[in-house]
């Protein structure tokens, strides 16, 4: 597809706060876009039938009957992504019900981005080369950098990203909670790290509980990801209780040696 190909994109799911950022970047670009929702006068069948690119940008809870509804009446030779937060059950339902080219997409941003300019996104091909061509394409010609993972490896790797991140967000924030302890006196003696810390905690206040319930319930390698946690908590904790200096500092010299491979894969994604 030539790169001057600019053809008309469905969003089903277009009120809500990605839905709508899309709809802002498409128009932006010189697309024509037409939405659907629950109070539009599109239909779901209708953007599914006229549009060549259709976008799901729907809660992953009425995802697979969404799906169902109106995979089936997209043409052979159209395109449908979504944008959930988990691609393995997304990607293969997408795959079964429909005979047009899929890809599932994760933008790993909010809406309060203001572009795509240095935002990552993951794409997880799944049938068919020539609109996924496009559409890679188009994202890192608008700024966004994209990396390929199948499925499951996206899954797997949000457990860490995602899941487990919240889980001890929460569980700092719970512990806070319970302890009583004066805000003002950490924020005065908060060392930068710590204080970024608190800032993410204090931005959940933003943030959809019942998107991040999803997130954490349904990724399959989530319990992995915290029984391995909680593994070496509970290890570390038994070494701070015994007061056993030289293996809190095995320990630490363990996670040093992850260092410079970390920063070289971090500095590499900065340029």
């Not at 795959?95 to 203001?114: A, I, M, N």
């Not at 199948?150 to 860490?160: I, L, Y």
């Not at 809190?248 to 040093?256: A, D, G, L, P, Y």
Request: some cysteine; glycine content about 8%; overall charge positive.
């Amino acid at each position: 597809m030539e790169g001057s190909f600019k053809p008309t994109i469905g969003i089903i799911g277009g009120k809500g706060r990605m839905g709508r950022w899309f709809q802002r970047l498409f128009s932006q670009t010189g697309h024509d876009v037409l939405i659907s929702d629950i109070d539009t006068e599109l239909s779901p069948e209708d953007i599914a039938s006229r549009c060549p690119v259709v976008i799901l940008a729907l809660p992953m809870e009425v995802f697979p009957s969404m799906v169902k509804k109106v995979a089936p009446l997209i043409p052979k030779d159209h395109f449908m992504t979504d944008i959930c937060s988990l691609k393995k059950k997304q990607v293969e339902i997408m795959l079964k019900e429909s005979r047009c080219q899929v890809c599932g997409t994760h933008p790993l941003f909010g809406p309060g981005e203001d572009s795509l300019e240095g935002r990552r996104v993951a794409l997880c091909p799944g049938r068919g080369q020539t609109w996924y061509l496009w559409w890679k394409e188009y994202l890192q010609k608008n700024g966004a950098l994209v990396a390929e993972f199948t499925p499951s490896e996206h899954d797997r790797t949000m457990a860490w990203v995602q899941a487990l991140n919240h889980f001890i967000l929460l569980c700092l924030g719970k512990s806070l909670e319970e302890d009583g302890i004066d805000f003002g006196h950490i924020l005065q003696l908060a060392t930068p790290s710590f204080e970024r810390q608190l800032n993410i905690v204090a931005r959940l206040c933003l943030q959809d509980p019942e998107l991040y319930a999803t997130i954490q319930l349904g990724n399959p390698y989530t319990q992995q990801a915290i029984e391995t946690f909680t593994k070496h908590a509970k290890h570390l904790k038994k070494i701070l209780n015994e007061k056993d200096r030289q293996g809190f500092i095995k320990i630490f010299k363990e996670v040093q040696e992850l260092g410079p491979s970390l920063l070289e894969r971090s500095n590499r994604k900065s340029k």
